[in-house]
C-alpha cells in the first residue's frame, strides 16, 4: 500500500510538473505594441506571445507592419520610428530599457537573421572580421578558439569551406552562401529568441528550402524561440507553431498555426490563403481552359513561336560560358509557355534571344512563321511590335518622371502609329484592358501602387496590339495578393484577345496556376518540358522533382525534425556545387 | 597583388609618364608660340645693359638659336634627366633654385593636408556623435560655411588673431613652428571642408544601410559601429576627393605663403613672373603637373587595395554595380 500511494504521489507530481511546463512563461511576450513614424501610426495595438523553443510567424503584406514590429522588437527602428506599449523579453521589460542596458541582449539574447543576405555584411570587410564581433558575445576569450568555433558554425549552417568563406568578402560569396553566413552569425552567441526578417525572400526557390530547413534544424538542435517574418501564408504554417496575420499593422487573426492555416476566420486570413498559389493551383482553371482547347486542336500545326535547336555562348574572363545550350520549344497561339529553373539556369537570356536582344550563335527563332535570322532592321523591327516585354520589377522599370499617359502612349509614339486622337484613344483602350480607370492617367509611378505600376508596365505592351507577350518574373516583387490580382488580369487578356505568353518564373506553384505547357532549366538545358499537368503530377527528371519539391506547401514540417541535440560540429546540410565560392 | 593588379599599376604607371610629358611640351608650346618674343625683349631691354656679344653669348648657351623642334628635343631630355636649365635672371640652374624653396612648400602644403584630414575627421566624427541639441546642425553646417571663406580670409585672420593679439607666433619669423601651423590651418580649412562635406554625406549613407543595423543587433556599440563599421565604406570615395584637392592645395599654399611672408615656391614664381624668367616658370608648371598626376596614379593604385569590391578588368578598375541596383528583397523592404 505505501509503495502505491508513493507512486502515487509521484505521478501527481509529474503530472503538476506536465502542468507547469506545458504553461511556462513565455519568452517573449508582446502587448499593445504600437509604432509611429512621427504622427503616422504603422502598428496599432498588436500583442502575442512566444513560448521558449516555440516558433511564430508574423504574416502580411508590404506595408502590414510585420518587418516593423520585428524592429520595434530588436530595438531597431529608424530614426523617426517611435514605439509604445510592452515588450517583455525574459520576465523583463525592454522597449524602454536605455540602450546601454538593452546592448548586452544583443546577439547575445537575441539575435537577427535580415531580409537581404546581399546588403547585410559589410562590404568592405571580409567575413571573419564580422564572425569575430558576433564570436565577441560568447564566453571564450581566446582568439584563436574563437576562430575555431566560428568555423565550426560555418560547417554546422552548411558552408562547404569554412575556412575559404572567413577570409571571403560578401561580394564573393553567393545569396544563399551569405545567408548561412548571417545565420551562422545569429545562432553562434547561442541566443534565446531569433528574429528572421523574410530570410528567404531574395533567394530561389531550393535554396529557400534549405535555408528554411536549416533554420528550423537549428531552431530544435539549440531549442532557440523563432520569431519568423514572412509575406507567404505556405512557408509560415510549414515552419511556425503559431500565426499572426497582420493587416495595416493591426492583428486580424492569431492562434495555433493548424487553426488558423485550415479554418480561417476572418475575411482577409481567408484570402490570403486563396491568394497563395501553392495552395490553389486550380483557381484559375475557367479562364485557363480555353488555351488548352487550343493546344488540343492546334498540335501538328504551326506554332506562333518556334525556337530550334538555339545555342548562346558568352566569353567572361576568357573562359567560355554556354548560357543557353540546345535549347527548342514551340509555343501554339493562344497558349502560355513557361520557362522555368533558378537564377543563372538560361531563362533570361533565352528571352533576350528570343526578343532579338542577342543573336543565337547557333539555332532558329520563327515568330508567326516568319524566321528571325538574317532580316534587316526595319523587318525585325515590324515583328518586334508583335512581341512585347513586361518587366520583372515595375518599381524599377517604369520612368518616375512620365505620367502614365505618356508611358503607355509611347509606343504608338515610336512606331507611329495612327493620330493622336486615334493614340490617345487606344491608350485608355490598354488601360482598362487592365484595369485601370481613366483618373490614373496624368498620375506619375510614384503615386501607384506596385500591382498598379505592373497594370501600366501590361498596358505598355498591349498597346500595339501584341500577339506575343513576354512576361519576365512579372510578379516576383509583388505581394502574393497583388500577384493573385495581376494573373488574373494576365488570364482574362488571354481568354479575351487570344494573346501568346512566354512566361519566364522561378516560382512553380504559379507557373501551375497559369501556363499550359512548361520547359525547365537547368545550367542552360532544357531538362524537361511538356504539359503543365504531366509535368507536375508525374515529373521525370530529378532537377524538376527537385524544384516542386521547394515549393512551401503549408504542410507543418516541425514534427518531421528528430527532437534534439545531434553532435554540433557536425555540418547539418551539405551546400550543393552551384552554391559554391564564384 | 595579383597579376591583373601588376597589370593595371603597370599600365597606369606609363598613362601618368605620358601625361607628364605632354604637359611639358604644351607649356613648351605654349612659351614658345607666345606672341613678341619675351625672351629676347627681357634681354634687350635697355635697362639690364646687356651688350650685342652678351645677348648672343646668353642665347647660343640658352640653345635659342636652334630651330624649335631641337630646342624642344634638348628641353624635353634635359627635364627627363633631370637638367631644368638656367635662369635667365641669376644664371644660376632653376633646378637649384627650386630646390632651395621646395621643401617649405611641400612641409606647408604635408602640414595643409594633415589638418585638412584632421579637421574633416573630427567634423564628421561630431555629427555622428554630438547630440542633435548640442549644434549637430552647426557642425553640419561647417563645411558649407568655410567652404566659401577664401584661404586668404582665413589666413588674415589667424594672423590678427593669434600672431598679433595672442603673440602666439611672430609675423617676422615666418618660419617658425607655430607660423608653419597657423599657415597650415589657413591652408587646410577649405580643402577640409570639401573632404568633410563628402565624408558627412557617406557616413549618412552608409549609416542607413542594412549592415549598420545587422551588426547593431550583434551588439555592436556606437564608436565600435564608427570606427569598424562605417569609417571605411564611407572613406573609400575620400581617396579621390583628396587627390582632387591637390590642385588647391598646390595653389593654396602660393597665396598663403603670401600673406604669412613665407619664402617658397610661391614667391619664386611670383619674381619669376615678374621678371619674365621663362625657364623658372615653365619648370614650375611642369613640376605642378607631376605632383598631381602622381597623386592622382597614387589614388588609383590604392583604390583597388582598399575597396575590396573593384574588379580590374583590362587594366581599367571597375565597381560592380549589383549591390547598388534595388533587388527584389530591397524593393519588399518598403514595409514601414
Do not use: C
Request: hydrophobic content about 45%; aromatic content about 6%.
Amino acid at each position: 500500500m505505501a509503495s502505491q500511494d508513493r507512486l502515487n504521489t509521484r505521478l501527481v507530481s509529474i503530472k503538476n510538473a506536465a502542468a507547469s511546463a506545458a504553461q511556462p512563461a513565455p519568452l517573449l511576450s508582446v502587448k499593445n505594441l504600437s509604432v509611429a513614424y512621427g504622427a503616422n501610426r504603422v502598428v496599432h495595438d498588436v500583442g502575442f506571445e512566444l513560448g521558449r523553443g516555440k516558433s511564430l510567424a508574423l504574416i502580411g503584406e508590404s506595408g502590414s507592419g510585420k518587418s516593423t514590429i520585428a524592429r520595434a522588437v530588436l530595438r531597431l527602428l529608424p530614426g523617426a520610428g517611435h514605439a509604445t506599449g510592452e515588450v517583455e523579453f525574459d520576465g523583463r521589460e525592454i522597449l524602454g530599457l536605455p540602450e546601454r542596458q538593452f546592448r548586452p541582449l544583443r546577439g547575445r539574447a537575441i539575435g537577427f537573421v535580415p531580409q537581404d543576405p546581399g546588403n547585410s555584411l559589410n562590404p568592405v570587410r571580409t567575413i571573419g572580421v564580422q564572425a569575430m564581433e558576433a564570436a565577441s558575445l560568447t564566453d571564450e576569450t581566446n582568439a584563436a578558439l574563437r576562430k575555431v568555433l566560428i568555423l565550426e558554425t560555418f560547417a554546422q549552417v552548411g558552408l562547404d569551406n569554412p575556412q575559404r568563406v572567413y577570409d571571403s568578402y560578401p561580394h564573393q560569396l553567393s545569396g544563399g552562401m551569405l545567408q548561412r553566413v548571417l545565420i551562422g552569425l545569429a545562432v553562434l552567441p547561442r541566443p534565446a529568441l531569433l528574429v528572421a526578417d523574410e530570410p528567404t525572400s531574395a533567394l530561389d526557390v531550393t535554396i529557400q528550402k534549405r535555408i528554411l530547413d536549416l533554420l528550423t534544424r537549428l531552431q530544435h538542435d539549440l531549442d532557440i524561440s523563432l520569431l519568423l517574418i514572412t509575406h507567404d501564408l505556405a512557408i509560415a504554417a510549414e515552419r511556425a507553431d503559431q500565426l499572426v496575420v497582420l493587416k495595416d499593422g493591426a492583428v486580424q487573426e492569431a492562434g495555433k498555426t493548424r487553426t488558423v492555416f485550415s479554418s480561417p476566420n476572418s475575411a482577409y486570413a481567408r484570402k490570403l490563403h486563396a491568394d497563395v498559389p501553392a495552395l490553389n493551383p486550380d483557381r484559375y482553371a475557367k479562364l485557363r481552359d480555353p488555351g488548352f482547347r487550343l493546344l488540343d486542336r492546334t498540335s501538328g500545326t504551326a506554332s506562333k513561336i518556334e525556337v530550334s535547336a538555339v545555342t548562346k555562348t558568352f566569353a567572361v574572363d576568357g573562359k567560355v560560358l554556354t548560357a543557353v545550350d540546345d535549347v527548342s520549344f514551340s509555343v501554339p497561339a493562344g497558349t502560355t509557355h513557361a520557362l522555368v529553373g533558378e537564377s543563372g539556369s538560361g531563362k533570361t537570356t533565352t528571352i533576350r534571344l528570343l526578343l532579338g536582344l542577342d543573336e543565337p550563335d547557333t539555332g532558329e527563332i520563327a515568330i508567326a512563321g516568319e524566321n528571325l535570322a538574317g532580316r534587316s532592321q526595319q523587318q525585325l523591327r515590324s515583328v518586334w511590335r508583335q512581341l512585347q516585354l513586361v518587366y520583372q520589377n515595375p518599381f524599377t522599370s517604369l520612368d518616375p518622371t512620365w505620367t502614365v499617359e505618356k508611358l503607355v502612349r509611347e509606343p504608338l509614339d515610336r512606331f507611329k502609329v495612327g493620330t493622336a486622337a486615334e493614340r490617345s484613344e487606344q491608350v485608355r483602350e490598354a488601360l482598362s484592358n487592365v484595369g485601370l480607370g481613366e483618373h490614373l492617367l496624368s498620375r506619375k509611378p510614384g503615386a501607384l501602387s506596385g500591382g498598379q505600376r505592373q497594370r501600366v508596365a501590361i498596358a505598355r505592351a498591349l498597346v500595339l496590339k501584341p500577339d506575343v507577350i513576354v512576361l519576365d518574373e512579372p510578379t516576383s516583387a509583388l505581394d502574393v495578393s497583388v500577384q493573385a490580382d495581376i494573373v488574373e488580369v494576365l488570364l482574362s487578356l488571354q481568354a479575351r484577345l487570344g494573346l501568346t505568353y512566354v512566361f519566364v518564373s522561378h516560382d512553380l506553384a504559379l507557373v501551375r496556376q497559369l501556363a499550359h505547357t512548361v520547359s525547365v532549366m537547368q545550367r542552360g538545358r532544357i531538362v524537361e518540358h511538356g504539359r503543365v499537368s504531366d509535368i507536375f503530377d508525374n515529373p521525370q527528371h530529378g532537377y524538376t522533382a527537385a524544384l516542386l519539391d521547394s515549393i512551401p506547401s503549408g504542410i507543418s514540417t516541425i514534427s518531421q525534425t528528430p527532437p534534439k541535440a545531434q553532435p554540433q560540429a557536425e555540418p547539418v546540410i551539405r551546400t550543393e556545387r552551384r552554391e559554391r565560392i564564384a | 597583388m595579383s597579376n591583373a593588379y601588376l597589370t593595371y599599376a603597370a599600365k597606369r604607371l606609363g598613362q601618368a609618364v605620358v601625361v607628364i610629358l605632354l604637359a611639358y611640351v604644351f607649356t613648351f608650346v605654349v612659351v614658345s608660340i607666345l606672341p613678341g618674343d619675351p625672351i629676347t625683349s627681357v634681354l634687350r631691354n635697355p635697362q639690364n645693359g646687356f651688350s650685342e656679344e652678351e645677348i648672343a653669348e646668353i642665347i647660343a648657351a640658352q640653345g635659342l638659336d636652334k630651330p624649335v623642334l631641337v630646342q624642344l628635343w634638348h628641353a624635353l631630355s634635359g627635364f627627363v634627366t633631370g637638367d631644368l636649365g638656367m635662369s635667365m635672371r641669376s644664371n644660376r640652374p632653376v633646378s637649384t633654385l627650386i630646390a632651395e624653396v621646395l621643401p617649405s612648400t611641400l612641409i606647408l602644403a604635408g602640414a595643409g593636408l594633415a589638418v585638412a584630414l584632421l579637421l574633416a575627421m573630427l567634423v564628421a566624427y561630431g555629427t555622428r556623435f554630438v547630440p542633435k541639441k548640442y549644434g549637430q546642425g552647426l557642425l553640419r553646417g561647417f563645411p558649407s560655411l568655410f567652404l566659401s571663406v577664401p584661404n586668404f580670409v582665413i589666413g588674415l585672420v589667424l594672423i590678427h588673431l593669434f600672431g598679433f593679439q595672442l603673440g602666439l607666433f611672430r609675423v617676422i619669423n615666418p618660419d617658425s613652428f607655430w607660423a608653419t601651423l597657423f599657415a597650415a590651418v589657413a591652408l587646410g580649412i577649405p580643402v577640409s571642408s570639401q573632404i568633410a562635406e563628402v565624408l558627412i554625406a557617406n557616413l549618412d549613407k552608409e549609416a542607413e544601410q542594412e549592415y549598420a543595423a545587422v551588426a547593431r543587433s550583434r551588439g555592436i556599440g556606437q564608436l565600435k559601429l564608427f570606427v569598424s563599421h562605417l569609417l571605411k565604406p564611407a572613406s573609400l570615395p575620400v581617396v579621390t576627393v583628396i587627390a582632387l584637392t591637390i590642385g588647391e592645395l598646390l595653389g593654396g599654399s602660393l597665396i598663403t605663403e603670401t600673406v604669412f611672408g613665407r619664402t617658397g615656391v610661391g614667391s619664386l614664381v611670383q619674381r619669376s613672373v615678374s621678371t619674365q624668367d621663362l625657364p623658372v616658370l615653365q619648370a614650375i608648371v611642369s613640376l605642378g603637373a607631376v605632383v598631381f598626376v602622381l597623386v592622382n596614379l597614387i589614388a588609383d593604385l590604392l583604390y583597388p587595395l582598399l575597396d575590396p569590391r573593384v574588379k580590374i578588368l583590362g587594366g581599367s578598375k571597375r565597381r560592380p554595380t549589383t549591390s547598388d541596383e534595388p533587388s527584389i528583397g530591397s524593393a519588399k523592404a518598403v514595409n514601414p
